[in-house]
């Protein structure tokens, strides 16, 4: 089996886990019936094509996204500690939707969802600006610092909502944790098409972005205007993880995981290392969301949660194997 079939292989495998297991068994057959020939009479259709469904679709956007948005995060600022949650993107979108739900008195989702565009776009400029990106002398543990302290903040900012309305925590409780819970409430098509933009101009961008990441005078040297490179990867990681915020939260670390394992299958290459960082970040979300709905079932743990421990070692393991002033 090719390393390609092996990863399509098992984001198949996760996808009919994710289907069919849960609080309520649904078997492979029903779950095969529910979808070609729905009854809506049996609650067990009612299952795979109102709850599971829509998860699995939110899954599969989210977890590309964010995958994708790490590789070039990492590509670009030669930092495999860059992640947007690790750098405050995630947050930035999160406060966002949760201010936006204070000062406009909304709480639907659909409309609450597209403020996370505007707080990632903002945060990322700002992380990027604070660790010294616009200058050319961003460094992994610069910008990891600038991330660090943008996200407590917002953070920080986020619970200052919550204190002072408390009426807003049901709104606020799926922005600070993470969650595909009510995927089905979210603008999904919206989204996909967000996402999508996003990934296409990364990948168009993709031959500059390696360029860039020689050096910003070896890049001028070979046509490439790093200004404009830089703009172009901002633009995409803003419509990535705002994608993925308004689809299910801040889910923590997945941009970080996936992109060095990617790298190990597929070699350096941007362009293969962006689709199989988006199949691995898909893989790792649907068997996060899928394990946090069986441990304690029927009670359920949080996508982001069930990220989070796995991606906290992760993120301590790869800050071990940097070296002072290195890149990787």
């Given at each position: 089996?090719?390393?390609?079939?092996?990863?399509?292989?098992?984001?198949?495998?996760?996808?009919?886990?994710?289907?069919?297991?849960?609080?309520?068994?649904?078997?492979?057959?029903?779950?095969?019936?529910?979808?070609?020939?729905?009854?809506?009479?049996?609650?067990?259709?009612?299952?795979?094509?109102?709850i599971r469904l829509p998860r699995i679709v939110a899954g599969l956007i989210c977890g590309a996204a964010?995958?994708?948005?790490?590789?070039?995060?990492?590509?670009?600022?030669?930092?495999?500690?860059?992640?947007?949650?690790?750098?405050?993107?995630?947050?930035?979108?999160?406060?966002?939707?949760?201010?936006?739900?204070?000062?406009?008195?909304?709480?639907?989702?659909?409309?609450?969802?597209?403020?996370?565009?505007?707080?990632?776009?903002?945060?990322?400029?700002?992380?990027?600006?604070?660790?010294?990106?616009?200058?050319?002398?961003?460094?992994?543990?610069?910008?990891?610092?600038?991330?660090?302290?943008?996200?407590?903040?917002?953070?920080?900012?986020?619970?200052?909502?919550?204190?002072?309305?408390?009426?807003?925590?049901?709104?606020?409780?799926?922005?600070?944790?993470?969650?595909?819970?009510?995927?089905?409430?979210r603008p999904i098509a919206a989204m996909a098409m967000a996402a999508g933009g996003g990934l296409a101009?990364?990948?168009?961008?993709?031959?500059?972005?390696?360029s860039l990441a020689l050096g910003a005078a070896l890049s001028r040297g070979l046509g490439t205007h790093?200004?404009?490179?830089?703009?172009?990867?901002?633009?995409?990681?803003?419509?990535?993880?705002?994608?993925?915020?308004?689809?299910?939260?801040?889910?923590?670390?997945?941009?970080?995981?996936?992109?060095?394992?990617?790298?190990?299958?597929?070699?350096?290459?941007?362009?293969?290392?962006?689709?199989?960082?988006?199949?691995?970040?898909?893989?790792?979300?649907?068997?996060?969301?899928?394990?946090?709905?069986?441990?304690?079932?029927?009670?359920?743990?949080?996508?982001?949660?069930?990220?989070?421990?796995?991606?906290?070692?992760?993120?301590?393991?790869?800050?071990?194997?940097?070296?002072?002033?290195?890149?990787?």
């Amino acid at each position: 089996m090719t390393r390609w079939g092996l990863l399509i292989g098992v984001l198949a495998a996760v996808v009919l886990l994710s289907l069919t297991v849960g609080v309520r068994p649904v078997s492979l057959a029903e779950a095969w019936r529910a979808l070609t020939a729905p009854d809506l009479t049996n609650p067990d259709h009612i299952v795979v094509l109102s709850i599971r469904l829509p998860r699995i679709v939110a899954g599969l956007i989210c977890g590309a996204a964010l995958g994708t948005a790490g590789m070039a995060m990492q590509v670009l600022t030669r930092n495999p500690l860059a992640d947007p949650g690790v750098l405050g993107v995630n947050a930035g979108a999160a406060f966002a939707v949760t201010l936006g739900s204070l000062l406009l008195q909304r709480a639907d989702a659909g409309f609450l969802a597209y403020l996370a565009f505007p707080g990632a776009a903002a945060a990322t400029v700002a992380v990027f600006s604070l660790g010294g990106g616009f200058r050319g002398d961003a460094s992994p543990v610069r910008l990891t610092l600038a991330g660090a302290a943008l996200n407590a903040l917002l953070v920080s900012l986020v619970s200052a909502v919550v204190l002072m309305r408390g009426d807003t925590l049901e709104v606020v409780r799926f922005w600070v944790v993470g969650s595909l819970a009510d995927a089905g409430a979210r603008p999904i098509a919206a989204m996909a098409m967000a996402a999508g933009g996003g990934l296409a101009l990364l990948f168009a961008l993709a031959p500059r972005i390696e360029s860039l990441a020689l050096g910003a005078a070896l890049s001028r040297g070979l046509g490439t205007h790093p200004g404009r490179v830089q703009a172009g990867v901002l633009v995409s990681v803003t419509l990535l993880t705002g994608a993925a915020v308004a689809l299910a939260g801040p889910i923590a670390f997945l941009g970080l995981m996936a992109p060095p394992i990617a790298r190990k299958i597929v070699g350096a290459a941007l362009r293969p290392g962006l689709v199989a960082s988006a199949l691995l970040g898909a893989v790792v979300l649907l068997f996060a969301d899928t394990l946090g709905r069986l441990v304690f079932a029927p009670a359920e743990i949080r996508a982001g949660v069930m990220t989070a421990l796995v991606g906290g070692p992760a993120f301590v393991l790869i800050a071990r194997r940097l070296s002072p002033g290195g890149t990787s």
